[in-house]
Nanobody
Framework: VQLQASGGGLVQPGGSLRLSCAAS????????MGWYRQAPGEQRESVAH?????????TDSVKGRFTISRGTAKNKNTVYLQMNSLKPEDTAVYYCKARRITISSDARNEYDYWGQGTQVTVSS
């Protein structure tokens, strides 16, 4: 599975950006897709996740400002992150992650895939 992220850039505080991440190389619906970010000198942190059923989860600092969504039908393995009211502290490299879960009679396996990062810079 390969993940291709895009949509980063430079934006002024209060502005908006939309990130996209498309998965290829699988015919299966990825169970969870999400976004992480890593600022200079900081650990990578989870930003938002969405399941194949549409359940979402956000870190507190982006609630009410960011919206995660997934494509439908043939684009079901594409995830978007709409980022509004951006703040300088949102500046980071944003990474897309996907997880596929397989369950058999005697085992549950999780397979994680990462995309390349896309830089988001919020500055005046």
């Amino acid at each position: 599975v390969q993940l291709q992220a895009s949509g980063g850039g430079l934006v002024q505080p209060g502005g908006s950006l939309r990130l996209s991440c498309a998965a290829s190389g699988t015919i299966f619906s990825l169970d969870v897709m999400g976004w992480y970010r890593q600022a200079p000198g900081e650990q990578r942190e989870s930003v938002a996740h969405i399941t194949s059923g549409g359940n979402t989860n956000y870190t507190d600092s982006v609630k009410g400002r960011f919206t995660i969504s997934r494509g439908t039908a043939k684009n079901k393995n594409t995830v978007y992150l709409q980022m509004n009211s951006l703040k300088p502290e949102d500046t980071a490299v944003y990474y897309c992650k996907a997880r596929r879960i397989t369950i058999s009679s005697d085992a549950r396996n999780e397979y994680d895939y990462w995309g390349q990062g896309t830089q988001v810079t919020v500055s005046s």
